[in-house]
């Protein structure tokens, strides 16, 4: 199914965050999301669930590159700018996980979040990492 300009696909339900709302921009530099278009919203083909907002932290993409996804080294190839301590990146919601049983997990935009997330994070922990409450 084509998208429209705004990269949403037409006769599809707006997708909706973890809080129930709708699902807000993760960020447009760099441009994020499976769909590239800034939202972590997901699609059938979306196997790896790039669902979660994460503020990236050194941390974190030690961790990752550990595991072997380094996000830090640019791909031009790919169109990938690599990413660096602040930027926002949809991350796969299984990798938010691991990163967390390992004491590396990013902080979260809940409100960026979709909520296809919740089949591998709990909101409970999401929400431990959460920068956008209160």
Do not use: Y
């Amino acid at each position: 199914m084509p998208f429209d300009e705004t990269g949403k696909r037409p006769g599809r339900p707006p997708a909706r965050n973890v809080l129930g709302g709708l699902l807000e921009l993760c960020s447009s530099r760099p441009l994020t999301g499976f769909l590239r278009n800034g939202c972590c919203e997901t699609t059938p083909e979306d196997v790896g669930s790039h669902t979660v907002c994460a503020v990236m932290t050194e941390d974190f993409l030690r961790f990752s590159a550990a595991q072997g996804n380094d996000l830090s080294t640019p791909r031009p190839e790919f169109g990938f700018p690599g990413l660096k301590p602040g930027d926002r990146w949809c991350l796969c919601a299984p990798r938010w996980q691991e990163a967390l049983l390992a004491g590396a997990a990013p902080q979260v935009v809940l409100r960026a979040t979709e909520r296809g997330a919740l089949g591998h994070c709990t909101l409970a922990d999401l929400t431990r990492h959460a920068i956008d409450l209160g």
